[in-house]
């Protein structure tokens, strides 16, 4: 990808008589000229070493491991699907938490400081034939000082640009690793804040579920509306359901209530049931939102047209009274 | 001797035919547009660039969410930078599954790029997302139509300027 800042070479004189369409120039030269990939096939991909030959319910990359345990030796595979030979970096990573949700790693060069330490891998750059598979192997070790909890980071494989100068892409594949140093596990979920904002007839729910636990979960939820009198009026699951959140991190969801009442008021609620792989579960509530409806646009006509109503009666008044005398 | 012809009785017969499939291990990855060139214009929002289509694979069934997410770094022309902070990238609102996909992934909120620019021109962003799924999506995807926005301050000198976008399938 090139960006190249368009730059003038007019001389004074003339550039002064185009002032006025250099902003017709600068609009048309907006034009994309990017190609999209003649063939959207993939060239690569990666998959753990051992996948589809354990019993271990997330297939790969789960470890669960005592306090101070011995080292484990793993890997990962990358393919290339292409018929030319492809080189990649390969690395461990810490993960970060993507603004949106989901997770990601961190970004290449930068140094881990937490699982992503614990991973080293055989080899660092790896080139792999065409049509072919290369198995990189690779060694997680905890430090023994770690304290229960889940941690969870990722085996990076980075496919090198071809581009050497320019806005230069680079796409990776990243397998997660789901450290688990066995003790004291506690999940606990945190929900809120809920706020809403109204939107053209809708109101649209935003909410923050956090983890202050020390073990890894993903979660669903729902907002609940209920109106002055408690009633049930809506109840909307949040989206993305099923996010990740790492222990420290938090993810952001949306609900969207159609339909809201021209006039009155509600409470709203969200609530968040928060799953960890083993299974254990915790459900935590929002602080409530009060929620209030005045149909403003109509006041404000209806305002406006007694008000007109008003000047045209004074108005009609005047005349009368002038034309009496 | 006269030898008539033969002729076979009317039968039915089977054959067998031994069939083995190897379900091979899924795979995760994902294709986008090697480059991508556009012009800017100083003191403008630099509006919908599009970034052409991008493929993205989970067939591992590895029982993760799994999403898709993009980061830049500072674009910079010698000592001159057009910091991430400028950008905001839309994610594509059309994703299509391929045949024999599952589930189709949800459409990621985008945004600006934020994070802190320890070193300009080299940090890259926080990631912002593009796709997010649950486990059970499962396949071959197209994403079409993400956009970026880029605002470059007036005065900002012109040039060919260089920088890193780095799409990201975690799974």
């Given at each position: 990808m090139r960006a190249r800042l368009r730059g003038s070479v007019l001389s004074a004189r003339r550039r002064g008589a185009l002032v006025p369409l250099l902003g017709l120039v600068a609009l048309s030269a907006l034009l994309p000229l990017g190609g999209l990939a003649a063939d959207n096939a993939p060239e690569y991909g990666i998959h753990a070493g051992l996948s589809g030959a354990t019993t271990l319910s997330k297939n790969h990359y789960a470890y669960a491991l005592p306090q101070g345990g011995a080292p484990v030796h793993d890997s990962i595979v990358v393919s290339n699907f292409t018929a030319s030979p492809i080189s990649f970096d390969v690395h461990g990573a810490d993960m970060l938490a993507a603004t949106g949700g989901g997770l990601a790693p961190a970004a290449e060069g930068v140094t881990p400081t937490k699982v992503g330490a614990w991973l080293a891998v055989d080899t660092a750059t790896i080139t792999v034939p065409p049509h072919s598979d290369v198995s990189d192997a690779f060694t997680l070790s905890v430090p023994a000082t770690t304290p229960p909890g889940e941690y969870v980071g990722a085996m990076v494989v980075a496919r090198r640009p071809d581009a050497t100068s320019g806005i230069r892409v680079v796409t990776r594949a990243a397998l997660t690793v789901d450290v688990t140093v066995l003790g004291n596990l506690v999940l606990q979920a945190g929900a809120g804040p809920l706020v809403g904002v109204e939107q053209r007839g809708d109101v649209r729910f935003t909410l923050t579920v956090a983890n202050h636990g020390n073990v890894l979960f993903t979660f669903t939820g729902q907002v609940t509306v209920r109106d002055s009198v408690d009633h049930l009026v809506s109840t909307i699951p949040v989206a993305p359901q099923g996010l990740y959140v790492i222990p420290g991190g938090h993810a952001d969801v949306t609900a969207v209530w159609h339909g809201v009442p021209l006039w009155g008021s509600a409470t709203a609620t969200a609530t968040v049931e928060a799953k960890t792989t083993a299974g254990q579960r915790s459900?935590?509530?929002?602080?409530?939102?009060?929620?209030?409806?005045?149909?403003?646009?109509?006041?404000?006509?209806?305002?406006?047209?007694?008000?007109?109503?008003?000047?045209?009666?004074?108005?009609?008044?005047?005349?009368?009274?002038?034309?009496?005398? | 001797m006269t030898v008539l012809p033969g002729r076979v009785a009317a039968s039915t017969g089977t054959s067998n035919q031994t069939v083995t499939a190897t379900l091979v291990a899924g795979t995760l990855t994902v294709t986008a547009p090697p480059a991508l060139v556009t012009n800017l214009s100083p003191g403008i929002d630099n509006t919908g660039i599009a970034l052409g289509i991008l493929a993205y694979t989970n067939t591992l069934n590895s029982g993760s969410s799994w999403s898709v997410t993009v980061t830049s770094n500072d674009w910079s022309f010698s000592t001159n930078h057009i910091l991430f902070s400028n950008m905001t990238f839309t994610s594509g609102p059309t994703i299509a599954g391929a045949v024999g996909s599952t589930g189709t992934p949800s459409v990621g909120v985008g945004g600006a790029l934020t994070g802190t620019d320890t070193t300009p021109g080299t940090t890259q962003s926080s990631p912002v997302t593009l796709a997010n799924a649950t486990s059970s999506v499962q396949g071959v995807y197209t994403q079409t139509g993400s956009t970026l926005a880029v605002i470059v301050p007036g005065g900002t000198p012109t040039g060919a300027y260089t920088g890193t976008i780095v799409y990201t399938i975690t799974g």
């Amino acid at each position: 990808m090139r960006a190249r800042l368009r730059g003038s070479v007019l001389s004074a004189r003339r550039r002064g008589a185009l002032v006025p369409l250099l902003g017709l120039v600068a609009l048309s030269a907006l034009l994309p000229l990017g190609g999209l990939a003649a063939d959207n096939a993939p060239e690569y991909g990666i998959h753990a070493g051992l996948s589809g030959a354990t019993t271990l319910s997330k297939n790969h990359y789960a470890y669960a491991l005592p306090q101070g345990g011995a080292p484990v030796h793993d890997s990962i595979v990358v393919s290339n699907f292409t018929a030319s030979p492809i080189s990649f970096d390969v690395h461990g990573a810490d993960m970060l938490a993507a603004t949106g949700g989901g997770l990601a790693p961190a970004a290449e060069g930068v140094t881990p400081t937490k699982v992503g330490a614990w991973l080293a891998v055989d080899t660092a750059t790896i080139t792999v034939p065409p049509h072919s598979d290369v198995s990189d192997a690779f060694t997680l070790s905890v430090p023994a000082t770690t304290p229960p909890g889940e941690y969870v980071g990722a085996m990076v494989v980075a496919r090198r640009p071809d581009a050497t100068s320019g806005i230069r892409v680079v796409t990776r594949a990243a397998l997660t690793v789901d450290v688990t140093v066995l003790g004291n596990l506690v999940l606990q979920a945190g929900a809120g804040p809920l706020v809403g904002v109204e939107q053209r007839g809708d109101v649209r729910f935003t909410l923050t579920v956090a983890n202050h636990g020390n073990v890894l979960f993903t979660f669903t939820g729902q907002v609940t509306v209920r109106d002055s009198v408690d009633h049930l009026v809506s109840t909307i699951p949040v989206a993305p359901q099923g996010l990740y959140v790492i222990p420290g991190g938090h993810a952001d969801v949306t609900a969207v209530w159609h339909g809201v009442p021209l006039w009155g008021s509600a409470t709203a609620t969200a609530t968040v049931e928060a799953k960890t792989t083993a299974g254990q579960r915790s459900t935590v509530t929002s602080i409530a939102v009060q929620l209030s409806f005045v149909p403003w646009a109509i006041i404000s006509g209806a305002g406006a047209g007694v008000a007109a109503g008003l000047i045209a009666l004074v108005v009609f008044s005047l005349r009368r009274r002038r034309s009496a005398a | 001797m006269t030898v008539l012809p033969g002729r076979v009785a009317a039968s039915t017969g089977t054959s067998n035919q031994t069939v083995t499939a190897t379900l091979v291990a899924g795979t995760l990855t994902v294709t986008a547009p090697p480059a991508l060139v556009t012009n800017l214009s100083p003191g403008i929002d630099n509006t919908g660039i599009a970034l052409g289509i991008l493929a993205y694979t989970n067939t591992l069934n590895s029982g993760s969410s799994w999403s898709v997410t993009v980061t830049s770094n500072d674009w910079s022309f010698s000592t001159n930078h057009i910091l991430f902070s400028n950008m905001t990238f839309t994610s594509g609102p059309t994703i299509a599954g391929a045949v024999g996909s599952t589930g189709t992934p949800s459409v990621g909120v985008g945004g600006a790029l934020t994070g802190t620019d320890t070193t300009p021109g080299t940090t890259q962003s926080s990631p912002v997302t593009l796709a997010n799924a649950t486990s059970s999506v499962q396949g071959v995807y197209t994403q079409t139509g993400s956009t970026l926005a880029v605002i470059v301050p007036g005065g900002t000198p012109t040039g060919a300027y260089t920088g890193t976008i780095v799409y990201t399938i975690t799974g």
